[in-house]
């Protein structure tokens, strides 16, 4: 999957950079919508043919739900204070951790503000992933085992659910799909809501 | 908050919706699987090519990666540190079970 992905953005940015026809360039910005809504529209069937979301909610207690809030605040405090260490304010660090790791939503939200924010949104989101099926085991190890559906945030209902369950235990399943449920729906409010800032 | 944002937040809970209604959690879907597959790498081509295009994000592209790299080890610690300290609160032992269940 990683693979797949730096190779399609690789490609992608070279063809950008070397045959760039200035009408391809105008139509990504079709097909970049077009893109997204066939995604969002598969995501939310997988979402809803689980359909216990709510009734796991329920199971848990509603408790659960300070999980991502918790990811929430960790993200974007800490995202702020990164841009001591950056030539960019806290806004611009903040809207790129805002993405909560779903690369192929957050990039294309920051693309109308500005086109590095939004590179560097992507380049972030894939990083946060990445790094998060490396860390999980050691943090499942050496913190705690909620700690692990903090690291891929969004990412935690799907694509990285099988490590986290894998280096924890069944209950913390669970925790990480409610926790990335609702990380996934934060993300299209809380981008444009940094940015507003 | 333009349309576009309202457009994705609907297209999302009509798939929630269509989703619970008409499809199991037990059967396996494969062609969901693929489907979302292609769709991701059309989307991630479609934005490298953009990043691609534009020479002030290709001339920068170094300093970009580096600031989205630093942000990211930030963002994991925070993120792992604030559940910490909720899990504690919570009263929660390593492997999230309750002390005195």
């Known amino acids: 999957m990683t693979r797949s992905i730096v190779a399609a953005v690789t490609a992608g940015i070279l063809a950008g950079y070397f045959i760039a026809p200035e009408a391809l360039v105008r139509s990504c910005g079709a097909l970049i919508t077009g893109g997204l809504c066939l995604l969002l529209f598969l995501v939310g069937l997988d979402i809803g043919r689980q359909g216990t979301i709510l009734e796991d909610i329920k199971k848990v207690g509603f408790r659960v739900l300070l999980f991502p809030v918790a990811v929430i605040v960790g993200t974007l405090v800490f995202a702020a204070a990164s841009s001591l260490l950056l030539p960019l304010s806290p806004r611009e660090t903040m809207a790129v951790a805002s993405g909560l790791g779903w690369y192929s939503l957050a990039p294309m939200l920051l693309a109308e503000y500005s086109a590095s924010l939004s590179a560097m949104s992507f380049l972030s989101n894939v990083m946060r992933e990445v790094l998060s099926i490396v860390l999980i085991p050691f943090v499942a190890k050496y913190i705690g085992h909620t700690e692990c559906i903090a690291l891929p945030a969004a990412a935690a209902m799907d694509t990285t659910l099988p490590i986290v369950v894998g280096a924890t235990s069944d209950r913390i399943a669970i925790y990480s799909i409610t926790s990335g449920v609702v990380l996934s729906f934060a993300v299209p409010v809380l981008v444009p809501l940094v940015m507003e800032l | ?101």
């Open chain 2, 1 to 101: 908050m333009d349309t576009t944002l309202l457009l994705y937040i609907g297209i999302m809970a009509a798939g929630i919706l269509i989703g619970s209604r008409t499809m199991s959690p037990e059967k396996e879907y494969k062609w969901l699987g693929r489907l979302q597959f292609l769709a991701l790498m059309v989307l991630i081509t479609a934005l490298g090519i953009r990043i691609g295009a534009d020479d002030k994000v290709v001339s920068s592209l170094k300093e970009i990666g580096l600031s989205a790299f630093v942000i990211t080890i930030f963002t994991l610690a925070g993120s792992v540190l604030c559940l910490w300290l909720v899990r504690k609160w919570m009263g929660l032992d390593r492997e999230g079970v309750k002390k005195d269940d």
